[in-house]
């Protein structure tokens, strides 16, 4: 390894270490801080992160990586030639951006997510809007700095963080079709005759027993807990701080059991693919960092949904359930279950929201957000055009701004840019799914006797190891043949509703 | 405020913002953190101490320092001043120190801490030697940058830390006729006729029951939980992270309810000063800071012996106990656990200890790491050595080192210099209780009704709002109108022992 190689990794690590110290105080700030410390993170946080920043974007880094690109032997490494692509493109995007615009994007971030917290426990929108404000305003100076790639829109400047290479163009081009196919299927699945009953999800169980059941669950898809932890908080999320540490946090209702599952599952899958990265012997290095959000949310929801959504997995899960939560589920079938975690029904709030609405939700917020980044919707008018776009496309009445434009973190965070990964989770996920099928014929008899090592082995091997080796695209492509697209994601949604719903006996008879 | 003192303040602040943000660190370590991110959490823990240094010692700090000590209308103000004295002397021993050494200090601590943990578990102390030997090398490294005071030797300076401007002679001094009355009083309660019975303490209450009560008790003495947080662990700590962040941990035995609520007092006395220094105002500097260790030691020594060792505090504590656990406790009388929770009996875990026999096992720590610093004592002969000044003082064999030299954690996290302010700590405690017991004349009946308002205030006026305004010497004589003494710690136990163990009666029969 060249010397230069060695130092640039070397300051890379440093970067990484200052970066995951921000990351736990991340963490702790949703799950473990106390309330009157919420100043003090902001101040931690902005320094952190101006220390991050600092160390990535010197001079010397910069011409580390210009010696090892211009160095032939290190270039010839496979490995080595990778991580320079994106150390390259990190360090052309961190130094665009001054160091004092980062801490104030930081501190400001921090500080509004406290006041988000407030605004929609009170469904103040009022309250939120002069943070909304600021916010909006920073990440348009953001994106001006980043500036927006030719032919493009800043939002783009903004989505390259989340999901490197993709444009607002092209989401809307996946978006449009997806939207097109999206709307009749749920139409018929809310106006079909048959419809399962949600009842039997909604018996109680204490707290304390539902804890057990999610720990069992998440211990059996293969999450390490030598190597990360389970915590609750109001807005479930998964971090991966370090080499040997990812949390993830979930919620429980006591009316509910299958929602904190669903979100375990969910955080699950991102945890498991933090795991699996080789972040250890990449510590700091794009070889051992995932490939963009979109990828992400593909683990997630690979997890939450094509597994944990799947019947074979409730065959395995109800008696796990039985033991755990007691005998009053005696009387309930996997079919009974199966289905009511499968039920379409508009919701007013996205992560509530069922397979197929989900993504209505997503193009409502990428349409917003891409609105009020053009100037074109002022962050005053915000509810107004919320609540109208649920109307139209949920046909539900917005009764506050908590259930409406105040439910989500994502904008207190100054995360414009990150919604539609959601989306680009579920088509990639669907498509992974598909080509994960074609190579474990037994797959659902796996499941069903709570075996899932092939699907998590699968992933390591295609997925996870990898780190940031191939761009999202190509990732795509080599794992499934084709580019992205909407269709795996329509099948798979076609296919488990005509048979929940019984849409193909309607249509025959 | 002048401008030079403007900034030299704003430095301070973002040194204090590191040092918040590894104190967290720790504080997630003992408590949150999987055991698989011990390795990164190490390099965490160096890269921001080696940070917090660089600032806190760089040029521009001393320049500034030296300007605003030059200036008559900055010194002339009574706060500022005392400021200044203390920013001078933290100064100075800060840049008697490479960062590099900073940064190697605190890697080897927190990796071996996690090796002492494991040692400890497995009773195997040739594991952690190797650890020991290089830590207490680092601290003879540590010494000799800071240089012995004139005429002391190297323990003073390590020992400055933890205790500032106290010197291993002048605790020898205090130790030795402590040692001297204790003994006698020990052996006289030890064979005294009657011998209250531990069996009232030992019932059997679910951990999730005595949580419910601790956390109650927490509450009633004043601790304010939007300003902090109890978790547990398994050597209770109390973590003053930031302004509006006091963290305790405390540790539940299933057979032992009144050992679980010792040790919240304790935290919670720690917590309570933490919470009255004038942290908001003063973040960063001095004023906002506590003494020193001896002084913290006698917030948490007043609120665990002098409070929650008392007669009255057992009196309001038992209905509420009986509340909350039980109806167990019905047939326990006040006296009955008041006598429990005094018993004396030698012990071989410090933590464990009561009140007279404890500071048996600080004389014994203070000499053997004296003589290990020394180089009297070599580490490989700690075992024997601990084991033979156990049996000396307590009359006890030790069993494995985990129950001997291995049970505590300060060693492995390198303080050196730190055992002998839990001494000082109960000294300054039984003085400082006389001087507010003598202000407070009805404080038996408030407690006994379990309002502790005005010992709060108290200690709020006297002691927290100061900060490191006075030294802790200037302190104690501030309050009790004397220097440190031995005595009232004494007279304090001999009043307890004697009406307990019953011991006037035996000398007057």
């Known amino acids: ?158 989505l390259d963080e989340y999901e490197p290479e993709m444009t607002g163009e092209q989401i809307e081009e996946i978006f449009a079709p997806l939207r097109e196919e999206l709307t009749p299927l749920i139409a018929e699945t809310t106006s079909s005759p048959y419809q399962p009953s949600r009842a039997v999800r909604e018996q109680r169980f204490p707290i304390r027993k539902q804890k057990e059941l999610n720990a069992y669950v998440l211990e059996r898809v293969g999450f390490d807990l030598e190597a990360g932890r389970m915590d609750v908080s109001v807005h479930p999320f998964s971090a991966g701080i370090a080499p040997g540490d990812t949390r993830i946090t979930t919620r429980y209702r006591e009316d509910d059991f299958p929602e904190a599952l669903g979100s375990t599952m969910h955080e699950a899958g991102h945890a498991l693919y933090e795991q699996g990265l080789p972040r250890a012997e990449h510590w700091g290095q794009p070889l051992g960092e995932s490939v963009g959000l979109g990828i992400h949310e593909s683990q997630s929801r690979l997890w939450e949904n094509h597994v944990g959504r799947s019947r074979p997995y409730w065959e395995w899960l109800l008696p796990q359930a039985r033991r755990v939560l007691g005998s009053q589920l005696d009387s309930v079938s996997v079919d009974d279950l199966y289905q009511s975690v499968n039920i379409v029904r508009p919701d007013l709030i996205r992560v509530e929201s069922d397979e197929a609405t989900y993504s209505l939700h997503i193009m409502l917020r990428f349409d917003l957000e891409r609105a009020m980044l053009r100037g074109d919707l002022d962050p005053a008018d915000l509810p107004g055009a919320w609540n109208e776009r649920i109307a139209a496309d949920l046909g539900l009445e917005v009764p506050d701004d908590s259930r409406g434009c105040l439910q989500d973190i994502h904008w207190s965070m100054g995360a414009i840019g990150y919604f539609p990964t959601y989306t680009l989770g579920s088509l990639y996920a669907a498509q992974v799914w598909e080509a994960l099928c074609a190579e474990i014929p037994d797959l659902d008899e796996q499941m069903s006797r709570g075996e899932f090592g092939a699907v998590l082995t699968w992933l390591r091997e295609k997925v996870h190891r990898h780190g940031r080796r191939y761009p999202a695209a190509e990732l795509c492509a080599k794992l499934t043949g084709a580019p992205l697209s909407h269709e795996p994601l329509m099948r798979h949604l076609r296919e488990k509703l005509d048979s929940i719903y019984r849409l193909d006996a309607q249509t025959t008879a």
Chains 1, 2 share one sequence.
């Open 1 to 158: 390894m060249s010397s230069a190689y060695a130092e640039l990794l070397q300051t890379l690590r440093g970067v990484a270490t200052l970066t995951s110290v921000a990351s736990l105080l991340g963490w702790d700030q949703e799950t473990m801080m106390p309330p009157r410390a919420g100043g003090v993170r902001a101040e931690e946080l902005a320094l952190i992160s101006k220390l991050a920043h600092e160390r990535a974007t010197a001079p010397r880094t910069g011409e580390l990586l210009a010696e090892c690109e211009a160095d032939g032997e290190v270039m010839s490494d496979a490995a080595a030639a990778a991580n320079l692509r994106e150390i390259r493109r990190d360090y052309e995007r961190a130094t665009k951006l001054p160091s004092e615009l980062v801490a104030e994007f930081q501190e400001t971030a921090s500080r509004a997510v406290e006041a988000w917290k407030g605004a929609r426990g009170e469904s103040d929108f009022a309250a939120f809007e002069p943070w909304l404000r600021r916010l909006v305003t920073l990440c348009h100076r953001k994106a001006e700095c980043y500036g927006a790639p030719e032919g493009g829109e800043l939002y783009d400047a903004l």
